[in-house]
């Protein structure tokens, strides 16, 4: 079977994490004796770029305008269209399996796939398609009562002088040429019923089970700096909305009760990351926190190997943070996140805990209890080797591509 996997961005100029689902997934299909090709978009280049990465054939399509035009070539982007509709022509693919579609393709690439492949196929990995940004609109004071029906003002009020009047309704015409849509959790699955889409069914995402190896280098420069402390991983895009301020707090109050700790923020240096070292210098935490700057993916084993615990504190609505999944491979407890899909991942109490982000000392509990519990991380490799590879995904998704 020849499959096209459809995404925005694509590894290396990109390592997100539906990039990295996208990549492990092709790898999967490749290895189950299929034909894959990856049709993605560049800022890089003025031409299309073809190219081969991890032996799977690469088609980068050129795809460059000013933000402010993202809501509505985001729908339908000529240029980019134009060049799709050529290259699935030539390639013929039997399925086309789509990811996020919504900003460099545009989403009309689910009406040229219809017209070439036998099956079409999307998968949502956040909530672009009904909101226009991260689902933040969380009551705080009882989360249990956050309404998650979109209000229409407060889109408004976010997109400001890009929100578009036409582009949900559009979006929602384009799902129409989808044969299937999945959702990446239950949590997203809920978002899109309660706002009028429907999703035929939640296949998690997976990671490859495979823990890579270090090199030497890496891990002894990393060991000498952080070995004698307990450490504290806050992984991904460093921000508010991932919980990056509601670490510091919980360290505040985890500072109290033993000093032996280090926060590790794993991040390259942004305006957002400079609010964050300066809410912890305001705090006097500053020698409590670590911050590694950009870490290929590479490296990442080398912290996650290090680390006694992962912190995943999203205060918006998080679909399936992968994040959680590659610190369990690597026998970590992780302390996630109620709001969004990580409950679906994370087994409270078995392989991790479940918290309010926004409770400090419930936070900076859950965190002391992680770190003594060696048991969590155990339960947790099990579970993601059982659950959440690749391999797995793969095989779900192939159930639904039979033409």
């Given at each position: 079977m020849k499959i096209a996997i459809l995404t925005d961005q694509?590894?290396?100029?990109?390592?997100?994490?539906?990039?990295?689902?996208?990549?492990?997934?092709?790898?999967?299909?490749?290895?189950?004796?299929?034909?894959?090709?990856?049709?993605?978009?560049?800022?890089?280049?003025?031409?299309l770029i073809h190219q081969k990465i991890d032996d799977i054939e690469v088609y980068r399509i050129p795809s460059i305008f000013h933000p402010r035009w993202r809501h509505w070539l985001g729908m339908f982007n000529p240029p980019v269209i134009s060049q799709l509709n050529k290259l699935l022509?030539?390639?013929?693919?039997?399925?086309?399996?789509?990811?996020?579609?919504?900003?460099?393709?545009?989403?009309?690439?689910?009406?040229?796939?219809?017209?070439?492949?036998?099956?079409v196929i999307l998968t949502l990995h956040d909530a672009m398609l009904i909101h226009y940004g991260k689902i933040t609109e969380i009551n705080i004071i009882n989360p249990q009562?956050?309404?998650?029906?979109?209000?229409?003002?407060?889109?408004?009020?976010?997109?400001?002088?890009?929100?578009?009047?036409?582009?949900?309704?559009?979006?929602?015409?384009?799902?129409?040429?989808?044969?299937?849509?999945?959702?990446?959790?239950?949590?997203?699955?809920?978002?899109?019923?309660?706002?009028g889409i429907k999703v035929d069914k939640v296949i998690y995402n997976g990671i490859n089970i495979n823990p890579s190896n270090l090199t030497n280098k890496t891990s002894l420069k990393i060991n000498r700096m952080l070995s004698k402390t307990k450490n504290i991983v806050f992984a991904g895009r460093v921000s508010e909305n991932k919980g990056a301020i509601a670490a510091i707090d919980m360290l505040d109050k985890l500072v109290q009760q033993r000093q032996d700790v280090r926060l590790i923020i794993l991040g390259e240096k942004t305006s957002s990351l400079n609010n964050v070292i300066n809410y912890a210098k305001k705090k006097a935490l500053e020698k409590y926190v670590y911050i590694s700057g950009w870490i290929s993916a590479s490296d990442m084993p080398a912290y996650y190997k290090l680390a006694d615990v992962v912190v995943v504190p999203s205060i918006y609505w998080d679909p399936c943070p992968i994040i959680v999944m590659e610190a369990m491979l690597y026998k970590k407890p992780v302390v996630g996140s109620f709001y969004g899909g990580m409950s679906e991942?994370?087994?409270?109490?078995?392989?991790?805990?479940?918290?309010?982000?926004?409770?400090?000392?419930?936070?900076?509990?859950?965190?002391?209890?992680a770190i003594s519990n060696d048991k969590l991380g155990i339960e947790g490799y099990k579970r993601v080797n059982k659950y959440f590879s690749s391999y797995r995904q793969a095989e779900e998704y192939l159930n639904y591509f039979k033409v």
């Open positions: 694509y590894q290396p100029e990109s390592v997100g994490g539906a990039e990295t689902v996208a990549a492990n997934l092709a790898k999967a299909y490749q290895a189950k004796n299929n034909e894959v090709i990856i049709i993605t978009t560049t800022r890089n280049n003025s031409e022509k030539d390639l013929k693919p039997d399925v086309v399996h789509a990811h996020n579609l919504h900003q460099y393709l545009s989403l009309y690439s689910l009406a040229v796939a219809k017209k070439y492949a036998s099956k009562q956050t309404s998650l029906k979109i209000n229409v003002l407060k889109q408004i009020k976010i997109a400001k002088l890009t929100y578009n009047p036409f582009r949900n309704y559009f979006y929602k015409k384009m799902l129409r040429k989808c044969d299937y849509v999945f959702a990446v959790s239950k949590a997203l699955k809920k978002v899109y019923e309660l706002n991942i994370i087994v409270h109490n078995k392989t991790g805990f479940i918290i309010n982000p926004l409770d400090s000392q419930a936070f900076a509990q859950a965190v002391i209890m």
